[in-house]
């Protein structure tokens, strides 16, 4: 199971932490990756990180704004983003991937878990 929370709404220029709380698996085995739908588009990789190594990936969209970490203790992932802009709109969505790799791409063609998502508004 994930739980996200974190949401809400913020200023451009703003700053969210989001969080995903996992339950009913071990961490350690899967890629965990945040992905985020803008109304009337598709859903859009975000961020992932590698259960193997550590590794993260980000799409080139939040580059140098978002930051993603892991806390295995706590069955909790983040996504820090700061410098929000307007186009960081949507519900953001956490998704764990068996075995634990990350498409370089930051894509998600097969997910084995969802969270429900949480909504991240940017406006002024």
């Known amino acids: 199971q994930l739980v996200e929370s974190g949401g809400g709404l913020v200023q451009p220029g703003g700053s969210l932490r989001l969080s995903c709380a996992t339950s009913?698996?071990?961490?350690?085995?899967?890629?965990i990756g945040w992905v985020r739908q803008a109304p009337g588009k598709e859903r859009e990789g975000v961020s992932c990180?590698?259960?193997?190594?550590?590794?993260?990936y980000y799409a080139d969209s939040v580059k140098g704004r978002f930051t993603m970490s892991r806390d295995n203790a706590k069955n909790t992932v983040y996504l820090q983003m700061n410098s929000l802009r307007p186009e960081d709109t949507g519900v953001y969505y956490c998704?764990?991937?068996?075995?634990?790799?990350?498409?370089?791409?930051?894509?998600?063609?097969?997910?084995?878990?969802w969270g429900q998502g949480t909504q991240v508004t940017v406006s002024s």
């Open positions: 998704a764990a991937v068996f075995p634990g790799y990350c498409s370089a791409y930051v894509t998600f063609p097969v997910v084995d878990y």
């Open positions: 990180i590698s259960s193997y190594d550590g590794r993260l």
């Open positions: 009913g698996f071990t961490l350690d085995d899967y890629a």
